[in-house]
């Protein structure tokens, strides 16, 4: 805790010296690459973003960016601020979610970002929950697909991540963030019920080449990890839809025009017309798990969200 105050003090004194707004603008443009990028994640105009390297500038004595043709690159010096602001302001937030925060009471604003499904089966609980609690703590939620969901918790854009990584594509999670892995989310295939795979107990890769398939959008992770079910056969499946809802996939299913795989978790009810059937050899499975930047775990808010989607993850109905 000793140490904690002196670093709390040091920060104050940083902060009086130079100003802590003006060291997230600086930041921003380093990680986005542009005055443009940083103001649309900060929530300013552009204007106000160049106003505060401005006063950056008079408060250090030197320039912090060059213009290169149309855009800015930061100087040397720059650079070595922006590396320099990054842990004041990574200490500053671990300082904020400890020594200033009431362990007993998670409070504030908690922004959480998670992939379709995720917000359907686990953060709509979690909502749910706190709504009918006493805690003071807002959350707001955002819909994207895990590698996105990874980028804005990792440049402080969201606080925490709920994502998934499928057993055949890999989600890379940046060294000063934390993963917990929650629970394992099966695929099926869904099929019409006059499909003649409909009756099967299983189905393997191989009995799937013929299939017209609906898909989530080229780049998603759920899309190449379809794609990889036929990479060791030599072939692509026959996508002829793609659309980024699961919900949309039912009901084309449902019309029998294409067959999906569709995770369980968030999955709505299926029409009576529409068949699950498992996948085997191998099992499609994903691991959905929650990700922060490790200067956030002591957080309170992020310790009670975790808790509450620890708790739904863990329970009979998922």
């Not at 990680?31 to 008079?58: D, N, R, T, Y």
């Not at 393997?204 to 036929?230: K, M, Q, Y």
């Not at 029409?271 to 490790?294: A, E, K, T």
Request: glycine share 8%.
């Amino acid at each position: 805790m000793k140490d904690q105050r002196c670093i709390l003090h040091l920060i104050m004194y940083v902060c009086f010296m130079i100003d802590i707004g003006s060291l997230r603008a600086l930041t921003a443009i380093e990680q986005h690459g542009s005055v443009i990028a940083a103001s649309e994640i900060m929530g300013f105009s552009p204007s106000a973003v160049s106003q505060q390297v401005k006063k950056l500038e008079k408060q250090t004595g030197f320039a912090v960016l060059e213009r290169r043709g149309r855009g800015v690159l930061l100087t040397e010096r720059g650079l070595a601020l922006a590396a320099y602001g990054r842990r004041i302001l990574a200490e500053l937030e671990e300082l904020h979610s400890t020594l200033l925060a009431d362990p007993a009471k998670p409070s504030g604003r908690l922004k959480v970002v998670a992939f379709s499904t995720a917000c359907r089966g686990l953060v709509g609980p979690m909502l749910g929950r706190l709504a009918s609690s006493e805690t003071e703590l807002e959350v707001s939620v955002l819909a994207e697909d895990p590698r996105e969901a990874v980028a804005r918790v990792a440049n402080g854009e969201a606080d925490l991540g709920v994502v998934h990584n499928w057993n055949s594509v890999p989600l890379v999670i940046p060294e000063h963030m934390s993963l917990e892995w929650l629970c394992e989310d099966i695929a099926d295939l869904l099929v019409h019920r006059s499909h003649p795979l409909a009756g099967q107990a299983a189905v393997e890769p191989a009995d799937l080449l013929d299939e017209r398939w609906v898909s989530t959008p080229h780049g998603a992770i759920c899309n190449e990890a379809l794609l990889r079910i036929f990479a060791d056969l030599g072939r692509v499946p026959d996508i002829r839809v793609y659309d980024p809802d699961f919900a949309t996939h039912i009901a084309l299913v449902d019309q029998a025009a294409v067959v999906a795989l569709v995770p369980r978790l968030g999955r709505p009810g299926l029409p009576p017309d529409v068949v699950s059937v498992p996948v085997v050899n191998p099992m499609q499975v994903r691991h959905v798990g929650i990700v922060h930047r490790r200067t956030m775990t002591a957080s309170p808010g992020i310790r009670h969200v975790a808790g509450l989607l620890r708790e739904i993850a863990g329970s009979p109905n998922q």
